[in-house]
């Protein structure tokens, strides 16, 4: 499985981001694909994630302002970030796991500042 992630970028606190990851291969053994972040000298952590049904879960702190969906006839799914605040800047990535192995996109930047 590839992923691949667009979409980041400078954006002012406020301001809103649109990021796409489109994945390749054995894209029919896909359940799960989520977001995840990392900040400089932090940790990576879960953002977002979304079944192939559809079902949902958030990090609280994105809860009403970040929206996951996907399209699987385009094997692609999306995060839809509004009112962005500086604490969000990170390194997103998008992420999978198939057979239980972890698989991850190369990350886009997205900076939150003015």
């Known amino acids: 499985v590839q992923l691949v992630e667009s979409g980041g970028g400078l954006v002012q606190p406020g301001g809103s981001l649109r990021l796409s990851c489109v994945a390749s291969?054995?894209?029919?053994?896909?359940?799960?694909m989520a977001w995840y972040r990392q900040a400089p000298g932090k940790q990576r952590e879960l953002v977002a994630g979304i079944t192939r049904i559809g079902t949902t879960n958030y990090k609280d702190s994105v809860k009403g302002r970040f929206t996951i969906s996907r399209d699987n006839a385009k094997n692609t799914v999306y995060l839809q970030m509004n009112a962005l605040k500086p604490e969000d800047t990170a390194v997103y990535y998008c992420g999978t796991i198939v057979s239980g192995e972890p698989y991850w996109g190369q990350g886009t930047l997205v900076t939150v500042s003015s």
């Open positions: 291969g054995l894209t029919s053994s896909i359940n799960v």
